[in-house]
């Protein structure tokens, strides 16, 4: 990934296209911070999550994995604290790819 890709990943939700003229959060979700991997800096919606799916971590599919089609997997740190309600609540860590 080159730098200009970076950019472009910043401060956007997942799944959202780059040229989405509202790339960003929303005030009313909730949402997980990725961090490191092909992924990183993007925040994932994870409003309406239960606590024992946002233990399981994903699996995310996106071009710029190892695997172009595969996934990237991002998995939370065990006792790491949370917040809940509306914003970033939690972070999620890089933790390998899968075809």
């Known amino acids: 990934m080159n730098d200009g890709d970076e950019q472009l990943l ?3 939700v997942y799944g959202h296209d780059h040229d989405d003229p509202n ?10 911070a990725l961090v490191g ?11 309406g999550w239960r606590p024992e799916d946002i233990e399981d971590g994903v699996a995310l599919m996106t071009e710029l994995s190892r ?8 998995d939370p740190q065990p006792g ?3 917040t809940s309600g ?10 390998g790819d899968t075809p």
């Open 80 to 82: 790491e604290p949370r």
């Open 23 to 32: 790339p960003g959060p929303l005030p009313h979700q909730t949402y997980a």
């Open 86 to 95: 509306p914003s970033v609540s939690c972070r999620f860590y890089y933790s």
């Open 67 to 74: 695997w172009p089609g595969g996934r990237a997997l991002y």
């Open 10 to 12: 910043r401060g956007r």
């Open 37 to 47: 991997g092909p992924l990183d800096g993007l925040l994932l919606d994870i409003t």
